[in-house]
């Protein structure tokens, strides 16, 4: 990876302030020795210009988290954690095979607060065969009562090919009930608007100033480097993306090759990006926006398309924004889909 940043030429690091996020992740980075990170952000470092003010996230898993390993990374510059909880409920935490424990999962919580870490986020799970609504509020209730900053929060998909779809073919387990998901996600909604927490993003809850800077970029268009096996960069108009196996992205890199494959999107990928991206945001689509970089027909068009939904009920014009209401966040995607050009 360090080879990688030390060769990339995507594009021009010409923004005022230079690098304003670094996020490690996926995969588990908090299992790396505090000398490899170290080296990673140097090279960063050496490469681009950070903002001194910029938000630094690890991804970590409870089970990785001590107060030795929080000080390391804090001292090298680690600002904020996102920590992959998913259940604070013993049972859950065994059927989806996670290392760590419930107690280790509220321990964690208190250790970071310990370190000094006042920007964290969690992630929690929702729709699980196992989970009735009132285990899903005690998981809530304990995200809220221990004051998380920031809370990811997913409904449990069940991938192809995986063991759990292999067992819920054979009906060895229970299948996933898409209702029991719509209305866990419109429960955790409200408990978390009535806690204080602000719903900036469909999956992202967030206390007031506390959002996740790096995740927000994404939503807001804003190009991204990314380096080692699959990462995806973009840097507005462009998008790339890195091999996916690990021992051919070594190969090349050592032959001082970046192995990677671009597209440049069209025009109206670009407007279809921003209207999938911007519509998951409490802000909502910008009408003005779209007028302004792509058309007036454009946008007319745009409004047009989403009169429906402003029928349903689904959406609600705003300021001259589309904006989801809370039964349209169920629909999301789909109705992103509905107003592509």
Known sequence: MIKEIELTPFFDNNDAGGIQTIYFGGG?????????????????HSKFTIDPAAEITLEANPDDITIKSLQQWKAMGINRLSVGIQSFA???????????????????IDTIKEA?????????????????NEGWKRNVDIAIEHNIPHISSYALTVEPKTLLNKLIAKKVQAAVSSNRQ????LLLINWMETAGYEHYEISSFALPGLRSKHNSSYWQGKQYYAFGPSAHSFDGKKRRWNIANNAAYIRSLQNNHIPFEEELLTT??????YIMTSIRTIEGTDLTYVATIFGKDIAGTLIKSAEKWVGGEKIYTQNNFLILTGQGKLFADGIAADLFF
């Open 182 to 185: 719509a209305e866990q996600f």
């Open 268 to 273: 109206t990928q670009q407007l279809n990006e």
């Open 116 to 132: 000094g870490f006042n920007n964290f986020s969690i992630d929690l799970i929702y729709g699980s065969p196992l989970l009735n």
């Open 28 to 44: 588990t980075p908090s299992i790396l020795q505090q000398v490899d990170l170290q080296k990673i952000l140097n090279a960063l």
């Open 90 to 108: 013993e049972e859950e935490l065994k059927w989806m095979n996670r290392a760590h424990t419930a107690a280790e999962a509220i321990n964690c």
